[in-house]
């Protein structure tokens, strides 16, 4: 069965990086796109950035300049690249991946990673 398994979470210093990452393992046959939500505590679960395999990559406005995202298709993985990490980037970090398995196409979620900037 298809599942994601994020890691790479941690503490940083505000103006420090980080990089976390996710890996689809199971039966794929293809993957349409990997990206990256996050949802801070009391608040819903926010675009950060995708890969969309015909169409790119994609940025939500606030992490424009800061993050990179980026994609190993031989590892099937994907990779968020966290410069000038700010507190208000405080949050739980969501995986998501469009997949084609032998069931069909499914919309799948990691487990989250904690990522906590300080100042």
């Known amino acids: 069965q298809v599942h994601l398994v994020e890691s790479g979470g941690g503490l940083v210093q505000a103006g420090g990086s980080l990089r976390i990452s996710c890996a689809a393992v199971?039966?794929?046959?293809?993957?349409?796109?990997m990206g990256w939500y996050r949802q801070a505590p009391g608040k819903q679960r926010d675009f950060v950035a995708v890969?969309?395999?015909?169409?790119?990559?994609h940025y939500a406005d606030s992490v424009k300049g800061r993050f990179t995202i980026s994609r190993d298709n031989v590892k099937n993985t994907v990779y968020l690249q966290m410069n000038s990490l700010k507190p208000e980037d405080t949050a739980v970090y969501y995986c998501?991946?469009?997949?084609?398995?032998?069931?069909?196409?499914?919309?799948?979620w990691g487990q989250g990673t904690q990522v906590t900037v300080f100042s």
């Open positions: 998501n991946a469009k997949i084609d398995d032998e069931t069909g196409s499914g919309d799948y």
């Open positions: 890969d969309i395999s015909s169409d790119g990559t």
């Open positions: 199971g039966e794929i046959f293809y993957i349409s796109a």
